[in-house]
């Protein structure tokens, strides 16, 4: 039987659920996280997994993570840099955030999709002012901004009836 009198680097640095629940605090102090972004950042400190989740749901359990928080946070500030709902919705599922947070949560927002859409083609028109292919390129940028090809439509056709696209 081998002796243990040296213990490996990696033991003795085997971080503690009170370690891992220190670092999950710093990081929500920052900002909010996703279930998901919390997981995979304390994930990289222990491979233990079950002390990973006691921890996060430890910290659900508190009120101090909470995806639904975090998801609101979120859409504001996207909302704010004028992303569309596609996109939004895709970025916030690549985060673990459910379909049935995302659907309440957009439901709160009551966003006008199509006048974001219109404020973000004036806003890219002006940028686009020379280019002969400006139509072509403020519908990709619009698309990929994550607006749906009807409030694309519409912030085309309204921008340009008002004589800014």
Known sequence: MPSRMKTSRSDSEAPTASDLQRLAVDLLARREHSRLELYRKLSSRTPDSGLVDSVLDDLTDRGWQSDERYCTVFLRSRL???????????????????????ATAFEELEADWFELALAVAQKKRSALRSDPKWKE??????TYRGFDS??????????EGQGDV
Request: hydrophobic share 35%; no cysteine.
């Open 80 to 102: 704010n840099r004028g992303s569309g709902p596609l996109r939004l919705k895709q970025e916030l599922r690549a985060r673990g955030i459910s379909d049935s947070v995302v």
């Open 137 to 142: 390129k403020l519908y990709r940028f619009l």
């Open 150 to 159: 009807e409030q694309t439509r519409y912030a085309m056709e309204t921008a």
